[in-house]
């Protein structure tokens, strides 16, 4: 088998320069702020919304970066069948066991993503769901 070199030494010029007047104009520097400010007030709006309406069986992580949010559930609920109630629910996440490097019992995981939607529509789809994992609740504990 013979493997195929890539000619391909480096970013096209054009590409590099418009790196350069993005830098030396400023305006990634005010960019990385403005994100900032917007992500860190998506961040609090699922923080709060998942204090407001998640069950206390339920934790989660307080990121001071990033653009995600990791919750552990109880470890008897599935985050596959949790997944499969808040898509009834127009709402969706990522299951945890995407994200563990080795197999086992690690469905009780979910990773939540503030980075796309506004504050309004977070809230609403923490708020829904909260029902799915509620259900879920009360299906394994009834």
């Known amino acids: 088998m013979q493997l195929k070199q890539s000619t391909d030494l480096h970013t096209s010029s054009f590409t590099q320069h418009v790196a350069y007047e993005v830098v030396r104009e400023g305006f990634l520097e005010q960019h990385v702020k403005f994100i900032r400010s917007l992500y860190r007030e998506r961040r609090d709006v699922m923080l709060g919304a998942l204090q407001d309406f998640f069950p206390a069986e339920v934790k989660w992580t307080r990121p001071e970066g990033g653009l995600f ?3 552990t559930l109880p470890q008897s609920l599935d985050s596959h069948e949790i997944l ?3 898509v009834a629910q127009n709402v969706a996440f990522v299951p945890g066991n ?3 490097a080795s197999p086992g019992k690690i469905d009780h995981h979910m990773r939540l993503n503030f980075s ?3 504050p309004e529509l977070i809230r609403e789809g923490i708020k829904r769901l909260a029902l799915a994992v509620e259900s879920q609740l009360l299906t394994t504990y009834a």
Do not use: H, I, R, T
Request: net charge negative.
């Open 69 to 71: 949010l990791w919750v």
């Open 84 to 86: 499969e109630a808040a």
């Open 116 to 118: 796309n939607a506004c």
């Open 98 to 100: 995407s994200f563990y």
